[in-house]
């Protein structure tokens, strides 16, 4: 007497294949595509409802004025002077913020003395500080990094303290309960734990920073990527005034992929960078 085996049913020829196992669309692609679209609609519109060129140039002057800007090396001499104001700022900015974040954090005295003086700072406007900044230190770069610099300093402080204060109080207590100093407890478990806070807060103040170049360029200069769109508004030379756009796009976003990069080299063990990981 035999006995009939069941078979598995064969796999159904062009079945999809499991969700796990799809390959996703990497965001760069689907960033270019949108991109793309964009601006052939943009200059679709200008050409076909023939929109002066002083008020919206197509995308083709705008690369045509940046390829001419870049050739020449006007632009990328203002570029590099508003790169340095950034650059010395941001520096600047996170020395000064994770000083004042340590401090707080380590004594309650300094925390309910300074603390409240520098929030007070904030409520400011900083664009309102910039023409003093101008007059008390010149036209010069020095003025352009200090707007920068504080433009920059409190999302970096907010978020150093915030990342200082999220270490875990019992293993606090069991670290100093085998010995451990306030350094040793500093060290091994507060800055670990406020890696992931810090660099928030630089991905947040580095954009801040060409902001506030930007802005201090604006009060008062004689160079920089900010002093050329001023020029330029003067001139009517809009198709410029959007390739200077252009060129401060690409910084922000280079700057932007060095903290992402950074990020990733550095707290790789924290649950975010596993979960990019994963959907990578």
Partial sequence: MTTAVESEPDPVVGAPPPERERRQVPGAVLTGIVLVVVLSVWQFIVRAFDVPIVLVPAPTDVLESLVDGLTDGSLLEHAWVTLQEILIGFGLAVAAALLCAFLITQSHIIDKALFPLLVMTQTIPKVAMAPLLIVWFGTGITSKVLTTALIAFFPLLIN????????DPDQIDMLRSFGASRMHVLRYLQIPSALPHIFAGFDVAVVLSVTGAIVAEFVGATSGLGYVIQATNFTLDVS???????ILSAIGLALHGIVVLCNRKIVFWS????TTTEQA
């Fill in 160 to 167: 150093a303290i915030l990342g200082l204060r999220s270490a």
């Fill in 240 to 246: 410029r005034t959007f390739a200077v756009l252009v």
């Fill in 271 to 274: 649950a975010e960078h596993r």
